[in-house]
C-alpha cells in the first residue's frame, strides 16, 4: 500500500477511483462510456448540474454567485482575473507570498499597473507578510490563500476594503470559509477538489461583464455563465470525478467535518516534526499550512537517507519542492491518519537508529 502525499495531482479517496474506472466502462446505465456520451446529453447536464450544486452547498455559496468549470488550470485564471476585472489602465494589488502568488501578479502585470503590497521573498516566503495597506483606487486585492510550495496558508482573508480575488487551490474545500467575504475564488481542481484538467471559479455575478475591455468569449466569465459552463466542450471527465469526489465530501460530513480532521492531520505531523530532533518546520509556526507540511532535517546530508527509508514504506511523494528542499507531505482530503501516522513511525523509527 502506497501513502499518497504528493502536492498535485493528489490523492483522491479511493471509492472514488473505483466509481470513476467503473464509469469508463459503462456510464450510468446509458450503455456508453463516461468518456464518449455527449456533453450536451441528459445524464452529463445532470452532472454538471450535481457538481455545481455540491460546490455551493459544501461552501455555502451565495445565491448571488455563478459557479464555473473552465479549463487552463489555476495558471490560465492569472491572466483570467485582470482580463475580467482590471481595467484598461486600471491598477491591481497582489500580496507576494510565494511563486504562484509572482506567476499571478506577472499576468496582470501585462494588462496594466501591479502593486506588490508586501512580499515575504526575504526569508524564502516562510511567512505570510501582516502589516500592509491596500491602495483603495485598486481594482482588486489578489492572495494565495495556501502556498503549496512553502507550506504557509492565510487562514483569515485580509480585511482590505477593495474586492478581494482568492487563489484557493490547494487549500479549498479543506476549511469553512465565508465566500461572501470573496469577490472571486479560483482554484486547479488537481490539489483537493478532483483530478487535473478542470478549475472552479466561484465569481460574484455583480463583476461579470464589468471590466471595460474587449477580450476573446473564451477568457471572459461571462460567457461561460451564460452558457453554464457549457460555452464549449467542458473537461467531462475531470468535472465527473471532482463530482464523486464532492458527493465523498458530503457523505462524510462536509467541510466543517473534514477541517476537524484536516486540524489533527497537520498538528499531529507538526508536532513530530517540533519533537524530533533530527527534523525542524521550514514555515512561520503561525503561518503553517495544513495542507503542505514542509520541513527538512537539520544535517542536510542525512535526506536521502531518509528519503530512502520512507520510499520503503510506501511513503509516495514526501521530496520537497526544489526551492524548498528537504520534504513536503501534502496532507490533502484524502489522506488518512494512518498515512500521517506511517510518516511519523518511520521518523521516530529514523531517529532511534540515528542517534545513539
Ligand atoms: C498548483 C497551483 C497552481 C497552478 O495550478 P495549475 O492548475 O497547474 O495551473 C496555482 N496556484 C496554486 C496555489 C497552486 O497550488
Not at 12 to 33: C, D, M, Y
Not at 117 to 141: C, G, H, L, Q, W
Not at 177 to 204: C, F, H, R, W
Request: hydrophobic share 40%; with cysteine.
Amino acid at each position: 500500500m502506497k501513502h499518497n502525499f504528493g502536492a498535485g495531482p493528489c490523492i483522491l479517496p479511493k471509492e472514488v477511483f473505483q466509481e470513476a474506472s467503473q464509469a469508463v466502462i459503462e456510464f450510468n446505465n446509458t450503455g456508453l462510456s463516461i468518456l464518449e456520451i455527449s456533453h450536451r446529453s441528459k445524464e452529463f447536464e445532470q452532472v454538471v448540474v450535481e457538481a455545481e450544486a455540491l460546490v455551493r452547498e459544501l461552501l455555502n455559496v451565495p445565491a448571488d454567485y455563478s459557479v464555473l468549470f473552465l479549463q487552463g488550470g489555476a495558471s490560465q485564471q492569472f491572466a483570467m482575473v485582470p482580463m475580467n476585472l482590471l481595467p484598461e489602465g486600471g491598477k491591481a494589488a497582489y500580496l507576494d507570498t510565494g511563486v504562484w502568488a509572482t506567476k499571478a501578479a506577472k499576468e496582470a502585470s501585462k494588462l496594466g499597473h501591479v502593486e506588490i503590497v508586501a512580499s515575504s521573498s526575504d526569508k524564502n516566503y516562510t511567512y505570510i507578510p501582516k502589516d500592509y495597506s491596500v491602495p483603495s483606487d485598486a481594482a482588486y486585492f489578489h492572495f494565495t490563500s495556501n502556498n503549496t510550495i512553502y507550506g504557509t496558508e492565510v487562514f483569515e482573508r485580509p480585511n482590505v476594503g477593495i474586492p478581494v480575488v482568492s487563489d484557493m487551490s490547494s487549500d479549498i474545500f479543506s476549511r469553512v470559509i465565508d465566500v461572501s467575504e470573496y469577490d472571486l475564488i479560483y482554484a486547479g481542481a488537481q490539489k483537493n477538489m478532483g483530478p487535473a484538467g478542470v478549475t472552479l471559479v466561484i465569481i460574484k455575478n455583480e463583476l461579470l461583464g464589468k471590466s471595460g475591455r474587449t477580450i476573446p468569449a473564451i477568457f471572459d466569465y461571462q460567457a461561460h455563465a451564460k452558457a453554464g459552463s457549457m460555452y464549449n466542450t467542458p473537461p467531462v471527465y475531470s468535472i465527473y470525478v471532482s463530482m464523486l469526489n464532492l458527493r465523498w465530501l458530503k457523505a462524510k460530513g462536509g467541510v466543517s467535518v473534514i477541517e476537524q480532521e484536516n486540524i489533527v492531520k497537520a498538528r499531529t505531523l507538526y508536532e513530530e516534526i517540533d519533537r524530533n530532533t533530527l527534523f525542524k518546520g521550514t514555515a512561520d509556526k503561525d503561518d503553517r499550512s495544513r495542507m503542505n507540511i514542509t520541513f527538512v532535517m537539520e544535517n542536510p546530508e542525512q535526506e536521502a537517507a531518509f528519503l530512502e527509508l520512507a520510499k520503503e514504506r510506501g511513503l509516495v511523494g514526501i521530496k520537497g519542492h526544489r526551492s524548498v528542499g528537504g520534504f513536503r507531505a501534502s496532507v490533502y482530503n484524502a489522506l488518512t491518519i494512518s498515512s500521517i501516522n506511517a510518516l511519523v513511525d518511520a521518523m521516530r523509527e529514523f531517529e532511534e537508529n540515528t542517534v545513539k
